[in-house]
């Protein structure tokens, strides 16, 4: 898990790594180039440091050009569909890379020569001939750094073509097949049943709540990604479902803050965490019942923190593989490697449920 992190989060922890590695490629691979050429001459100590001072103070060159590629030629045209422009530009910036790298052999490393003792290399070939040299080695960097990145877009796409796949087949699956059915229709369901056997009048309003969040699940969770805001309402519309199905006894709250405007999560994440508190965690018809949901959204960072009270057998608790909370770290992992936090920690009063997701950085956008 750790290497998908590394190729595929945005985290700065993961991401700058995966740079220095690839910088480092670079680095020891034209090093070793240049020292297998000097060794002969100079001994095998020069060559290696005057090939190690050449090779690092030229890198920045190297990396203008393969990130002037990934980071603006490919969002501002290839991704545009402007193949032409990117081809022509991309000509222009390796144009203007070879004029740079040429000032840099002239008037950079005759100095780092001098300074291991090494004879000055004069620049005999002509300037078409050192233009296609440059050209071949300059762009092998940069066609490497494009494919990484291509490669990376591919898999990512495969993976929400399998992600929507699989997410419409459970859907089918949820729709006609009664076993398969999520354990929130069943529980919610359950909790009808057995109120309408003593009061009939709540059933109305508990089964508009039970309409609104059907039809939430029905037209929002085919897609990857659902709005925060319309999931924090059908979770009020959930806790309601529950307020009612237990006489008012206990106490739930769920607390907002942060802007949570234009948010999206990926779906079956928020809503089964708090059903599998209130279906496993919750001591039902007990005025020590407690449920406190915390929901911030800052920046593009979701922090998502749930109290409830222990329940009197709290054996399941300790079941690394429950099937909700296990299935829910799954879809983390698949759609924020690296770039989420899930842990449920059992106190000695109550338990603490505490996910953290950093939303821009789901592979799937």
């Known amino acids: 898990m750790y290497i998908d992190s590394l190729v595929f989060s945005n985290k700065p922890n993961f991401r700058i790594p995966r740079h ?10 034209f090093t070793a180039e240049a020292t297998l050429r000097r060794t002969e001459v100079y001994g095998f100590h020069v060559a290696i440091f005057s090939s190690v001072s050449e090779v690092l103070a030229s890198t920045p060159i190297d990396m203008a050009f393969c990130y002037s590629i990934i980071y603006f030629l490919f969002p501002r045209f290839l991704f545009r569909g402007m193949y032409v422009k990117m081809v022509m530009l991309w000509f222009l910036f390796a144009l203007l890379g070879f004029f740079i790298y040429r000032g840099f052999n002239v008037y950079i490393v005759p100095h780092i020569h001098d300074f291991y003792g090494m004879k000055r290399q004069k620049i005999g070939s002509t300037l078409i001939w050192a233009f296609f040299y440059f050209f071949l080695t300059f762009n092998m960097e940069g066609c490497l750094a494009a494919a990484i990145k291509l490669g990376k877009m591919w898999y990512i796409k495969k993976s929400e073509n399998d992600v929507l796949t699989y997410q419409k087949e459970q859907m089918e699956a ?15 369901f359950s909790r009808v049943h057995d109120i309408s056997l003593e009061k009939a009048p709540e059933i109305a309003g508990m089964i508009s709540s039970l309409q609104k969040i059907t039809l939430f699940i029905v037209s929002q969770y085919q897609y990857t990604q659902v709005d925060i805001e319309k999931e924090i309402q059908i979770l009020h519309e959930f806790i309601e479902l529950e307020r009612a199905g237990t006489d008012n006894y206990g106490n739930y709250s769920i607390e907002v803050s942060g802007e949570m405007a234009g948010k999206k999560v990926a779906s079956f994440i928020l809503l089964p965490l708090v059903e599998n508190i209130f279906s496993q965690q919750v001591n039902k018809n007990d005025m020590t019942d407690f449920v406190m949901i915390k929901a911030a959204v800052i ?67």
């Open 20 to 29: 220095v590695f690839f910088w480092l490629g670079w680095i020891s691979y």
């Open 174 to 188: 949820f729709i006609h097949n009664d076993h398969a059915q999520s354990h929130f229709l069943f529980h919610t």
């Open 299 to 365: 920046k593009d960072v979701l922090k998502f923190e749930i109290q409830n009270s222990k329940p009197h057998q709290t054996s399941s608790l300790i079941n690394p593989k429950r099937d909700t909370i296990y299935q829910i770290k799954k879809r983390l992992n698949l759609l924020y490697p690296g770039s989420h936090q899930l842990s449920v920690i059992i106190e000695t009063e109550l338990v603490k449920t505490y996910l953290e997701i950093n939303l821009g950085s789901i592979v799937l956008s």
